[in-house]
């Protein structure tokens, strides 16, 4: 326990220094690239709560990352086009203001996630997997099949959002913004996993009949941690959007899923800071690998595969050990 939690301080001061060197050395793509990796971190951290503690493994975690880009979008679109949202029953207009449309990404994308969870809840398995997955490709054709809002080439938004007191646009500034994000969601997963819902989380993925025995429903625990879990990718969508300036159909795409599944395999599943080390590595091999062949991913399918083979429990199994520290 001593030892992960070690590595975790070591980790997040490693990726808090690394945009700060490069802001001080004038390398604003370093800045980039860790908010990339931060921004990937929470959405591992999102999966991670269904994936790592609930034991569902889901294939369409994309359509939360993609609703959350794309709430992001929206509101930005009408706000610098000066059009309104919404008329009928109330009139709504959009918004820069970031606080807002974190609330709005994170408000949609944990009801859809309440909505497909439902659903996919009442299969288990691969059953589980394939109706994610069957989910995520019915949000991904209507985004493509969506003109209003750019259809299959996306939307742009010409500045990045606003936040009080802080020039967004500055690649360090807008990098704090997600590192104080990554913080609070790791402090809050943290919290919930160790609180007496997490505790009966993991005993409903270990034996659903004693946890049933005792009068809770897993069902109903599943559900609540798939909204939560659909919540934190959700706002990693808006992040990502609004670091890009740009929101695509691809954000909703079984590729972004199957990238978002393979910062929690790399990191270690059921590992609160599993995510962040994934997201991390994966940023670092896109960048080096990337460098070298534009066919880079299938180093990082090598790398995956010595992971799944010799090193179950990720970077984290690897250097803090195989028991999971909240098990």
């Known amino acids: ?28 793509f370093l800045i980039t690239l860790a908010t990339r990796a931060v921004i990937f971190a929470i959405a591992g951290v999102g999966l991670n709560f269904a994936l790592g503690f609930g ?23 009408h706000a610098q086009t000066y059009t ?17 449309i974190w609330l709005v990404a994170i408000a949609v994308s ?21 109706i994610t997955l069957a989910f995520g490709q019915m949000f991904y054709y209507f985004a493509i099949s969506w003109p209003a809002y750019g259809g299959e080439d996306g939307l742009s938004i010409y500045v990045r959002n606003e936040f009080p007191g802080l020039n967004t646009m500055d690649p360090i500034q807008y990098f704090m913004v997600c590192y104080v994000l990554l913080s609070l969601v790791l402090f809050g997963v ?23 025995a005792v009068g ?21 969508g808006a992040l990502f959007a609004d670091l890009n300036r740009f929101v695509s159909p691809t954000m909703l795409s079984w590729q972004t899923s199957g990238e978002i599944m393979i910062f929690v395999i790399l990191g270690g599943v059921g590992r609160v800071f599993g995510p962040v080390a994934g997201a991390a590595l994966f940023i670092l091999l896109e960048h080096t690998l990337g460098g070298l062949s534009e066919f880079w991913h299938i180093y990082l399918g090598a790398i995956l595969l010595g992971v799944v083979l010799f090193a179950r429990g990720g970077l984290y199994g690897l250097l803090a050990g195989r028991e999971v520290a909240h098990d």
């Open 110 to 130: 944990s009801l859809a996630a309440l909505a497909i969870g439902a659903l996919s809840l009442r299969t288990t398995g691969v059953y589980f997997i394939m």
């Open 84 to 100: 309104t949202l919404m008329d009928w029953p109330f009139a709504l207009d959009g918004t820069k203001m970031m606080p807002i």
């Open 216 to 236: 809770q429903a897993p069902y109903r625990l599943y559900l609540t941690a798939f909204a939560i879990s659909g919540a934190i990718t959700g706002l990693a």
């Open 1 to 28: 326990m001593k030892r992960e939690s070690l590595l975790n301080a070591a980790l997040m001061a490693v990726l808090l220094a690394v945009p700060l060197v490069a802001w001080v050395s004038d390398e604003p």
């Open 190 to 212: 943290y919290r919930a996993a160790h609180s007496s819902f997490g505790l009966v989380l993991r005993a409903a993925r270990q034996n659903e009949d004693r946890v049933q």
């Open 55 to 77: 034991g569902m493994v889901s294939l369409g975690h994309a359509v939360f990352f993609g609703l959350g880009g794309y709430a992001m979008g929206i509101l930005a679109y």
